[in-house]
């Protein structure tokens, strides 16, 4: 570190946030409801969200992008540990004044962007120009996403950043950065549920590939402003320096993706809407006997190598037979019923 990182670290460490309204009062200050329709819901106890930035790790001279922040609860334990720079994007315009104000107070000790916009749009790559990049097997990144995250899109934004740490591209362009973000209880015990639990699903398998999930505590619903119909679960995932497979991402995930669209039936059943008709049967076989796998068994009973070897198999029918790499089951499906 250089001595102006030095000097800068200790200004920062010396550093105290002004005395500021509490959350609550801004929130009604501003006149500020959460939107259903937005999956909105506003985390008031500081000693919450002071513990979900602590389960994010050390993010002190650190880069921090922020999931939807809404009034700020979050942001402000996140600026209490001083990172170097810490990007917030919010879609809801009505959180500006908020995280403006934030903004404002933490000016002189370190950088805070904010960003209008879609999180499933923005480009995370461009979010810290000045972090350095770091090998991959080496170090983890100094790179933190943290977020309270809508329920409505939540699986969506996380297979989206798996797809990324495959790829090594978006915030993992950076390293191996982690995420610590919120799920509601039963889509977090999903993601780290292990082979044979009833609860084992696409998630399941897709993060046991390229990173490692964990459950760090339970939120009751009650803490949430308005109160969620669940609870919420706070996981911590930090990818992994090796994964699993080699295969390419949209493989995996596409077959994963349809070994559990049945998963109370044999995982022979989803796998054969990979292939069109006339050769279903056929192939649908031949993956089995080429991955080795049972086809009586049923999807959670499937270890993640066994997904990883249907996957293969797969790929290797798809290279042998290009005509089948397009069909769409569901899509064929829609067709059929317009009939």
Same mark, same amino acid.
């Given at each position: 570190?250089?001595?102006?990182?030095?000097?800068?670290?200790?200004?920062?460490?010396?550093?105290? !946030?002004?005395?500021?309204?509490?959350?609550?009062?801004?929130?009604?200050?501003?006149?500020?409801?959460?939107? *259903?329709?937005?999956?909105?819901?506003?985390?008031?106890?500081?000693?919450?969200?002071?513990?979900?930035?602590?389960?994010?790790?050390?993010?002190?001279?650190?880069?921090?992008?922020?999931?939807?922040?809404?009034?700020?609860?979050?942001?402000?334990?996140?600026?209490?540990?001083?990172?170097?720079?810490?990007?917030?994007?919010? *879609?809801?315009?009505?959180? !500006?004044?908020?995280?403006?104000?934030?903004?404002?107070?933490?000016?002189?000790?370190?950088?805070?962007?904010?960003?209008?916009?879609?999180?499933? $749009?923005? %480009?995370?790559?461009?979010?810290?120009?000045?972090?350095?990049?770091?090998? +991959?097997?080496?170090?983890?990144?100094?790179?933190?996403?943290?977020?309270? !995250?809508?329920?409505?899109?939540?699986?969506?934004?996380? &297979?989206? +950043?798996?797809?990324?740490?495959?790829?090594?591209?978006?915030? +993992?362009?950076?390293?191996?950065?982690?995420?610590?973000?919120?799920?509601?209880?039963?889509?977090?015990?999903?993601?780290?549920?292990?082979?044979?639990?009833?609860?084992?699903?696409?998630?399941?398998?897709?993060? %046991?590939? +390229?990173?490692?999930?964990?459950?760090?505590?339970?939120?009751?619903?009650?803490?949430?402003?308005?109160?969620?119909?669940?609870?919420?679960?706070?996981?911590? &995932?930090?990818?992994? *320096?090796?994964?699993?497979?080699?295969?390419?991402?949209?493989?995996?995930?596409?077959?994963?993706?349809?070994?559990?669209?049945?998963?109370?039936?044999?995982?022979?059943?989803?796998?054969?809407?990979?292939?069109?008709?006339?050769?279903?049967?056929?192939?649908?076989?031949?993956?089995?006997?080429?991955?080795?796998?049972?086809?009586?068994?049923?999807?959670? $009973?499937?270890?993640?190598?066994?997904?990883?070897?249907?996957?293969?198999?797969?790929? $290797?029918?798809?290279?042998?037979?290009?005509?089948?790499?397009?069909?769409?089951?569901?899509?064929? *499906?829609?067709?059929?019923?317009?009939?």
């Amino acid at each position: 570190m250089t001595s102006s990182a030095v000097l800068n670290s200790a200004v920062r460490a010396g550093a105290r !946030l002004p005395p500021l309204p509490t959350i609550r009062d801004l929130v009604r200050l501003y006149k500020l409801r959460a939107i *259903k329709q937005l999956s909105q819901n506003f985390l008031m106890d500081e000693r919450l969200t002071n513990k979900i930035v602590r389960a994010a790790g050390n993010i002190t001279d650190g880069y921090v992008l922020e999931v939807g922040p809404g009034p700020g609860g979050i942001t402000r334990s996140i600026i209490k540990k001083f990172p170097r720079h810490l990007v917030v994007v919010e *879609k809801d315009r009505r959180f !500006l004044p908020t995280l403006e104000l934030l903004s404002e107070v933490s000016n002189g000790f370190m950088q805070m962007d904010i960003v209008r916009g879609d999180i499933l $749009q923005y %480009q995370t790559e461009t979010a810290f120009p000045d972090c350095p990049r770091f090998d +991959w097997n080496d170090k983890r990144a100094p790179v933190h996403l943290i977020g309270n !995250l809508p329920f409505a899109i939540s699986t969506r934004l996380l &297979i989206n +950043w798996l797809r990324d740490i495959s790829l090594k591209t978006g915030a +993992w362009s950076f390293g191996r950065s982690s995420m610590t973000l919120t799920f509601q209880k039963e889509v977090a015990e999903r993601i780290i549920a292990p082979i044979s639990a009833q609860n084992r699903c696409r998630l399941s398998v897709m993060n %046991q590939i +390229w990173s490692r999930a964990e459950l760090k505590f339970l939120i009751p619903g009650k803490a949430f402003v308005p109160k969620p119909d669940v609870d919420v679960g706070v996981v911590s &995932i930090i990818p992994l *320096k090796t994964p699993l497979t080699t295969i390419h991402f949209d493989i995996v995930e596409k077959v994963v993706r349809h070994i559990f669209s049945m998963r109370q039936k044999y995982c022979r059943r989803g796998v054969s809407n990979l292939y069109p008709p006339p050769l279903r049967e056929e192939l649908t076989e031949l993956t089995f006997r080429i991955a080795d796998v049972d086809p009586l068994a049923r999807p959670f $009973q499937l270890s993640t190598d066994e997904c990883l070897r249907i996957a293969g198999a797969y790929e $290797q029918l798809v290279r042998a037979n290009p005509e089948i790499e397009n069909y769409n089951y569901r899509a064929q *499906k829609n067709n059929d019923e317009d009939l």
